[in-house]
């Protein structure tokens, strides 16, 4: 099989010989009792930098000791970019949410020989899923893999804001000493009532994180948390965004993209948010109104908006949100530490090797499969009737 896989460019520096530290931590499972990835072996070294062009997922000697053709490219856009000369006769596309190759409905039309689509981390809304079941393609991503590294993100991103770390920072940088400049804009978390769009792997693992800073926490689901959860960590629960978000001085939105989802923080939504308010999205752009953000920011209802999600993705040099005032973008990063490469890495191998074999692919991995949603992509993907 050809096997086409799209990851993104190497360090300007070039492909590292050594790294910051000579180990990952060894965990023993993810939270919520889903096991770690499991394949029969791995051709690479945890925390090493597998998911550019030169780190291969650890994936070439697996694959080509089978039999199989591995082509790796960064070069995605654009109808004679490597991606789409090479998608003509690939039978498997594995591709990153960092570094995303949209499968569009005509890109699925012109590749008869395509099975699976894989995400090598979570989120696989740059498959027209449609045009997948339609065309019988599987779509499978590693769930779990790097839910606590956004988790983490986003905390960070929320205290960055908050204390207004990043100007404060330019300050050293700079060679200057202003305190007053350096807190003009600096508040506690401490107190504030933090919400999150969405309480799934994610938004849960945040609202468990942030418990310790004695802040009130809210949040609104689809699915709502069962009674225990929500008494342990003194959660209030709202129907929907609009509901919530009046209340919130900080909100974190950890929601898949799909039609309830795109454009739902716009001029009014955010307009019925407190002055003041910060808003974090580590989900999809297109969750968030791109010029709303910016005219939000711009005329001070918006306090700060952070995050490290584009559309498209890599941003042009152009993108709004570069140039907007007080933000904390950065590139899409947050699920793509070498710590969540390690896992995605190897739940990537897994997935293919129970593709090769004929056996079924975990069901908590399955966004479609046999012409329909399924598995994780049933849960998250599927519109509320």
């Known amino acids: 099989m050809k096997i086409l896989c799209v990851l993104y460019d190497d360090p300007v520096s070039g492909y590292p010989h050594s790294y910051a530290r000579d180990d990952l931590p060894a965990l023993s499972g993810y939270p919520g009792g889903q096991t770690l990835p499991t394949p029969s072996a791995v051709d690479f070294t945890p925390g090493h930098l597998l998911g550019s062009v030169s780190g291969e997922l650890g994936l070439r000697p697996f694959l080509e000791g089978l039999g199989h053709e591995l082509v790796v490219t960064s070069d995605k856009d654009g109808d004679d970019s490597v991606f789409d000369r090479e998608l003509a006769d690939a039978d498997v596309v594995i591709s990153q949410p960092f570094w995303p190759a949209y499968l569009t409905a005509g890109r699925l039309a012109r590749a008869p020989r395509l099975k699976l689509a894989l995400t090598a981390g979570i989120g696989s809304d740059h498959v027209d899923l449609d045009a997948a079941i339609a065309h019988g393609v599987t779509v499978a991503e590693v769930t779990c893999c790097n839910s606590i590294s956004v988790a983490e993100h986003v905390v960070m991103s929320i205290l960055a804001l908050v204390r207004d770390f990043v100007p404060a920072h330019r300050i050293v940088l700079d060679g200057g000493w202003n305190i007053a400049d350096a807190v003009a804009r600096s508040y506690d978390v401490e107190g504030m009532h933090v919400g999150t769009v969405a309480a799934g792997r994610i938004g849960l693992a945040v609202l468990r994180r942030l418990k310790p800073f004695d802040v009130h926490l809210h949040y609104t689901d689809r699915h709502r948390l069962p009674r225990e959860v929500e008494e342990e960590l003194g959660l ?27 454009g739902l923080f716009d001029d009014e939504l955010i307009g019925s948010m407190k002055r003041g308010a910060y808003l974090v999205n580590t989900a999809r752009a297109r969750i968030a109104d791109r010029d709303a953000v910016v005219r939000a920011l711009r005329s001070g209802r918006l306090a700060g908006y952070a995050g490290d999600v584009w559309f498209p993705q890599p941003a042009p040099a152009d993108h709004p949100w570069r140039a907007m005032p007080h933000h904390g973008m950065t590139p899409h990063i947050s699920g793509s530490s070498l710590s969540a490469q390690a896992r995605y890495a190897a739940g990537t191998r897994e997935i293919l090797e129970s593709f090769f074999a004929g056996t079924p692919i975990r069901d908590e991995y399955l966004i479609v499969d046999d012409g329909k949603l399924a598995g994780a992509g049933a849960h998250s993907y599927a519109v509320r009737s």
């Open 236 to 262: 209030t629960f709202h129907a929907s965004a609009a509901d919530m978000v009046p209340h919130c001085d900080v909100v974190t939105i950890n929601a898949p993209l799909h039609p309830e989802t795109e």
